[in-house]
């Protein structure tokens, strides 16, 4: 089954149809230029301070300009871009968008990908109100995820027999392993608290789980979402609020997991019920499998 039938078969809107469509493509177009971007930075800094990459910018550009194209997004929030991008009050659709998703590892060839969370109303919204979720991940091949709250789905690239690149139904209603096998944590252990720290020690001591980090939250998350487990980027004495972004990172992947019978945790309650007046607020994040995301809050009282 391709992705135009599945999402035909999914029956929501044309409008929403037509733009997970759109962008499952879009990124397939991207990714064509990827070589051209791959070393230096801009000489700038971001809205975060941080030094923002060749690639970063240029894919943010590419993905901004043609999703203003599709005539469906009324506004674009991305972490790429200071303000957010006014497109056309007529449109149906609020974007928000980590266009490249790990690109710390751009040097080193490791996996990276890029985040879509859509809304119907203007943010700030809690994650609840996401109607669509999805995430491109770049790797050895290219696959595509999505939910818009009937499961979550996975397309594989194949090329027809005419070269034509179609997305192609990889697993329907994907549900994480009752037992997980891995695990990834990001931040620097030192900094955690002693009882965060002691639970992920009990990872690999009691739960047998094994490590698997990368670095780019979305080859991780695809870990736990095929094999099971937890991942985790966590509250720390340096970084009390976490590093992942709540409204680019977190909320639309946790609508995912959750979807595929998995939990997640802010550290107070599930990643989508987190209501923030800033966008651009960071978050504390954990998910994983149900069982293990209760000893996490178990073990962390």
């Given at each position: 089954?391709t992705?135009?039938q599945?999402l035909?078969k999914a029956?929501?809107?044309?409008?929403?149809r037509?733009?997970?469509?759109?962008?499952a493509?879009?990124s397939?177009d991207?990714?064509h230029?990827?070589?051209?971007?791959?070393q230096?930075?801009?000489?700038?800094?971001n809205k975060?301070?941080e030094a923002v990459a060749a690639?970063?910018?240029?894919?943010?550009?590419?993905?901004?300009?043609?999703?203003v194209?599709?005539?469906l997004?009324?506004?674009?929030?991305s972490e790429?871009l200071k303000?957010p991008?006014?497109v056309?009050?007529?449109a149906p659709?609020v974007?928000?968008?980590?266009?490249l998703?790990?690109?710390?590892?751009?040097v080193t060839?490791?996996p990276?990908?890029s985040?879509v969370?859509?809304?119907?109303?203007d943010?700030?919204q809690?994650?609840?109100?996401l109607v669509a979720?999805f995430?491109?991940?770049?790797?050895p091949?290219n696959t595509?995820?999505?939910t818009?709250?009937n499961?979550?789905?996975?397309f594989v690239?194949?090329?027809?027999?005419d070269?034509k690149?179609?997305?192609?139904?990889?697993?329907?209603?994907?549900?994480?392993?009752?037992?997980?096998?891995?695990f990834g944590i990001?931040g620097?252990?030192m900094d955690?608290?002693?009882k965060?720290?002691?639970?992920?020690?009990d990872?690999?001591?009691?739960?047998?789980?094994k490590v698997r980090?990368?670095?780019?939250?979305?080859?991780?998350?695809?870990q736990?979402?095929?094999?099971?487990?937890?991942?985790a980027?966590?509250?720390?004495?340096k970084?009390?609020k976490g590093?992942?972004?709540?409204?680019?990172?977190?909320q639309?992947?946790a609508?995912?997991i959750?979807?595929a019978?998995g939990?997640s945790?802010?550290?107070k309650?599930?990643?989508?019920?987190?209501?923030e007046?800033?966008?651009?607020?960071?978050?504390?994040l954990y998910?994983?499998?149900r069982?293990?995301?209760?000893?996490l809050?178990?073990a962390v009282?």
């Open positions: 089954m992705l135009s599945h035909k029956g929501i809107s044309p409008e929403l037509r733009l997970i469509f759109s962008f493509h879009i397939l991207a990714q230029y990827f070589p051209k971007y791959l230096g930075t801009t000489g700038d800094k975060y301070g690639l970063d910018e240029w894919v943010n550009g590419f993905l901004c300009d043609r999703l194209k599709t005539g997004v009324r506004k674009i929030y790429e303000k991008l006014f056309n009050k007529r659709f974007v928000t968008l980590d266009p998703d790990g690109s710390s590892n751009i060839n490791n990276f990908g985040i969370g859509v809304y119907k109303k943010l700030p809690p994650g609840k109100r979720a995430y491109k991940l770049y790797g091949v595509f995820v999505y818009v709250g499961g979550t789905h996975e690239k194949h090329y027809d027999g070269g690149a179609q997305f192609l139904l990889l697993s329907e209603n994907m549900k994480l392993p009752k037992k997980g096998e891995v990001g620097y252990p955690w608290g002693p965060f720290l002691k639970f992920a020690k990872l690999f001591r009691k739960e047998k789980l980090y990368c670095g780019t939250f979305v080859a991780d998350f695809s736990i979402l095929h094999r099971g487990g937890i991942f980027y966590p509250s720390a004495k970084k009390p590093k992942l972004r709540l409204t680019y990172e977190a639309p992947m609508f995912i959750e979807q019978g939990a945790w802010s550290g309650g599930s990643l989508v019920d987190v209501k007046k800033n966008v651009d607020a960071r978050v504390p998910l994983g499998n069982k293990l995301i209760s000893k809050k178990r009282k």
